[in-house]
């Protein structure tokens, strides 16, 4: 484990992050099984999250995938989730920009972390031929897709949920 | 493609659900980076859905990982990831042993899908040193841990959200 210092900006990681040693080989492999089309191309484009945002956005499942669609009619709401390729993977402290002070990386939705893998929330719009049209997503254009879930409110929604730090930064 | 018939037993596809052969090589890896510590040994075990049970189950994180959960004090409800590691990734319409028809993985919350990534709400009790214990797992003891998220209600939670066959089902 190492410490990010002033000497250390080079490499990306700030003052008071922490980087891991990853291990050599990976333990199981994932599948890129679709791509999502967003209107943002570069990181500072993209709102800080999906709810920021009405952008109609389109999910594109590769054709082997696109028969496990059946039976989305009517369903409202579902989860993606997506491949943070550009992620480093190696920070388990990290001092996001906003906020200016060290959290670790399971307390943040940061897409740094050991498996760069994002979740969103969306709201469905259209089913086509293969494709989904959503709204909610945050990530920039061509992000691969690993999964999609239906949201089922009885084992997803828990509307009393407190995030400590960040409950304390907004009173 | 292809698609289960009665002569396909064997391999535990049953009739009506469609396979796909997937890609020869993964497009990304992923790293185990702890356990899940769960009452259940057995498949049968297993709740249906994590908040049929009160049982207390442990999130062990591997040493390299234990600083990532800095910061986490005061938060009430985490996101699991956690990885599939006996369910069959081939599967794109399945036949789930309680209903009886087929329907699309994607609408589907089974284990079996292309990459086998499990999501659970849990109601954090405690944190120790590298550890979780938490509420609302349904999982098998010693499931790989992929990653831990704060939950957001106000990107995360859907009060209204229906899924389609799941509302006609119990109409």
Same mark, same amino acid.
């Given at each position: 484990?190492?410490?990010?210092?002033?000497?250390?900006?080079? /490499?990306?990681?700030? +003052?008071?992050?922490?980087?891991?040693?990853?291990?050599?080989?990976?333990?199981?492999? !994932?599948? /890129?099984?679709?791509?999502?089309?967003?209107?943002?191309?570069?990181?500072?484009?993209?709102?800080?999250?999906?709810?920021?945002?009405? +952008?109609?956005?389109?999910?594109?499942?590769?054709?082997?995938?696109?028969?496990?669609?059946?039976?989305?009619?009517?369903?409202?709401?579902?989860?993606? !989730?997506?491949?943070?390729?550009?992620?480093?993977?190696?920070?388990?402290?990290?001092?996001?920009?906003?906020?200016?002070?060290?959290?670790?990386? /399971?307390? !943040?939705?940061?897409? +740094?972390?050991?498996?760069?893998?994002?979740?969103?929330?969306?709201?469905?719009?259209?089913?086509?031929?293969?494709?989904?049209?959503?709204?909610?997503?945050?990530?920039?254009?061509?992000?691969?897709?690993?999964?999609?879930?239906?949201?089922?409110?009885?084992?997803?929604?828990?509307?009393?949920?407190?995030?400590?730090?960040?409950?304390?930064?907004?009173?």
């Amino acid at each position: 484990m190492s410490s990010g210092g002033s000497d250390s900006g080079d /490499f990306g990681v700030r +003052a008071g992050e922490v980087t891991v040693e990853l291990p050599a080989q990976p333990d199981a492999g !994932l599948y /890129f099984i679709g791509r999502l089309r967003t209107p943002w191309t570069t990181r500072a484009q993209c709102p800080k999250n999906g709810r920021d945002s009405d +952008a109609v956005c389109t999910v594109e499942l590769d054709p082997p995938f696109r028969p496990a669609l059946e039976g989305l009619e009517g369903t409202t709401h579902l989860w993606l !989730l997506y491949w943070m390729d550009h992620a480093p993977r190696n920070l388990v402290v990290q001092v996001p920009r906003q906020y200016g002070r060290g959290r670790g990386t /399971f307390a !943040l939705r940061s897409p +740094a972390r050991p498996n760069a893998i994002a979740l969103s929330a969306v709201e469905v719009l259209g089913i086509g031929e293969g494709t989904l049209s959503v709204r909610g997503l945050d990530c920039l254009d061509g992000t691969p897709l690993l999964d999609i879930k239906p949201y089922f409110a009885s084992t997803d929604c828990y509307p009393t949920a407190v995030v400590g730090w960040h409950r304390s930064k907004t009173e």
